[in-house]
């Protein structure tokens, strides 16, 4: 038995085959939800989270495992490799499956092995994300020709000064594919992820979600998870006060056309006030959505950045009030 959620996990390799456009890695919870794996979860996930990788990758992120040889994993979460056939067999009976999300390691042709992946599993009849490194142009209109409908380019890193650093290239080229992105799939159809506690301040955070919402971006958040192995393995995960103050701005950013000049700051850059009425923000706590998975239609995301056990910073299922109230302020 292999358990997922409270409990230990355990890792297999089941592929049987030496193409990527044969294989794909599979996340556990979703391998979990194909029935590829037995197991058990606290929360069941809507989106089939795929990872394509053929010869590595070819990034320098200083929070991710991949450039370091732990292939199995992004974040904390393992991803075991499936045959792609299998995949399209048991996704035909996954009924929960909302949406199809290919990400994508940073090497030469990997455009191209996603459009085949796509077109594998097309016959699912479920809509296509694919997150990938800046590509061409002439590759996003050939994954948009073949029905993918979302394209996310992770930012990730808000600190300018530590770009480069934290990332192995210039915050420019990100900006610039996201611009080509957005004439290519259109606003609301391309996505961006912010990593919260690579070293920006809250202000830092709350300006980059700004930014990229003005320019038809939809941004995700996620916390910083710090996994052995990597440039950054000793660097601590962000506190539970500063995730919840930078989930509150993202939704009155996105969903209220708040700007980044609305909000208070202190000298350290820390959110002191969010330019609202005391009873919007109550709206807010009361609403729990704010503080849940965000990402893509149908995206929940079920533990990728934390255990079942807590703390959580993003919620699969909708927060007590009272409690993220609590902590948006706790430190």
Known sequence: MICCGRGQIGYRDYTGCTSTIEAVRVSYGSALELGLLRGRTDARTTTLYLFVSNTGCRGSCAFCPQP??????????????????????????????????????????????????????????????????????????RLKDAGVEILTIPVDCADKERYRYVKGRDLEEIMDSLKAAVKVFGRGKVGTHIIVGLGESEREAVEMIDTVSRMGVAPSLFAFTPIEGTRMENAASPTIGAYRRVQIARHLIVEAGMKASDFKFGPDGRITGFGCSAETLERVFNSGHPFMVCGCPGCNRPYFNEKASGPFYNYPFRPDPKRVAEETWSD
């Open 68 to 141: 370091y040889g732990e292939s199995s994993r992004i974040s904390r979460v393992e991803w075991p490799r499936f045959s792609l056939d299998q995949v399209a067999r048991t996704l035909i009976g996954a009924s929960t499956l909302r949406r199809i999300c290919i990400q994508c390691s940073d090497e030469p042709g990997i455009a191209s092995q996603a459009e085949g992946i796509v077109k594998r599993l097309a016959p699912a009849g479920l809509p296509f994300s694919v997150s990938a490194s800046p590509l061409s142009v002439d590759d996003m209109e």
